[in-house]
């Protein structure tokens, strides 16, 4: 097998023994994609208080949904890749390119999103994108594989996410 078709064999993980902390923490801390999107327009939010041309709500989500997708893009290279990897249904070929394409296309998306001219364009391909990997998230919390966390709380993090996307798609 190549360096580009082999998956990592599925483990299951758990928390045998340890209280799980609440859930809204662990979806607000121990995620850091969810994380990087609330800093991301907290923080542009805060400024759009003393700089003009930051106002409004479009520019902090553009920047919290930018930030999240340079932060997504980081882990395919980085230590997650096998577990990203792991995700990735076996129906597909090739995991390990299918990982590191879909880094190469968030961070195209996340310069997207800060560029006024291709800001609705970007928003639009990143959230089909969302579509496109979420059978992956399903199949990672099915299986308990890579990078896995429940389908409920997982589908919902999608959901505002795609929400995010929209919105800025959609917004004149």
């Not at 969810?34 to 939010?45: D, E, F, R, S």
């Not at 999240?68 to 980081?74: G, H, K, N, Q, R």
């Not at 096998?82 to 995700?87: D, E, N, R």
């Not at 990078?147 to 589908?155: F, N, Q, S």
Request: proline residues 9%; hydrophobic residues 55%.
């Amino acid at each position: 097998m190549t360096a580009s078709t082999e998956r990592p064999a599925p483990r299951a993980t758990g928390t045998a023994g340890r209280k799980a902390p609440p859930l809204l923490l662990r979806l607000v801390l121990g995620n850091i994609t969810l994380t990087a999107l609330l800093i991301g327009a907290l923080g542009t939010a805060a400024l759009g208080l003393a700089v003009p041309a930051l106002d409004g709500w479009r520019t902090p989500v553009r920047a919290g949904l930018a930030l999240l997708f340079l932060v997504a893009a980081s882990g395919r290279l980085g230590p997650p890749r096998a577990a990203l990897v792991a995700m990735v249904p076996p129906r597909l070929p090739r995991p390990a390119l299918l990982v590191g394409l879909t880094g190469a296309l968030e961070a195209l998306g996340a310069v997207g999103l800060l560029v006024p001219a291709t800001d609705r364009l970007a928003a639009g391909c990143l959230g089909l994108l969302l579509i496109a990997v979420f059978p992956a998230n399903v199949y990672a919390a099915r299986h308990r594989v890579g990078l896995h966390t429940a389908l409920l709380p997982r589908t919902l993090e999608q959901l505002l996410y795609l929400a995010c996307c929209a919105a800025v798609a959609l917004s004149n």
